[in-house]
């Protein structure tokens, strides 16, 4: 299946902002992901999982990263599932 990378998110729909320790991501008002520190290593972060799980560790621009990435494919599914009709 061809994924159009017009219905990717734009970089500017997907924003960070600080909450505390833990770092959010929105589109809109929407959560779309979250990054939280470890608490047994400093300097490191895991990425809280959609299930309540928390993802291996990585730096913070890895964490970020990731979560990004799986905001997006979050979207592009979406996307797929609900095709815009032509006008």
């Known amino acids: 299946m061809k994924i159009d990378l ?7 729909d ?3 902002r600080r909450s505390g320790a833990e ?3 929105y589109r809109g008002k929407r959560r779309m992901g979250r990054v939280i520190p ?8 895991r990425i809280l999982l959609p299930s309540g799980r928390l993802s291996d560790m990585a730096n ?4 970020k990263s990731l979560a990004f990435e799986a905001a997006e494919r979050e ?3 979406a996307a797929s599932r609900h095709p815009q009709k032509a006008q």
Request: aromatic share 22%; glycine share 8%; charged share 10%.
């Open 38 to 45: 470890d608490g047994k290593y400093t300097g490191m972060w």
């Open 14 to 16: 997907l924003q960070w």
């Open 60 to 63: 913070l621009s890895w964490a």
């Open 75 to 77: 979207l592009v599914f």
């Open 23 to 25: 770092w959010i991501l």
């Open 6 to 12: 017009a219905v990717r998110a734009a970089p500017t």
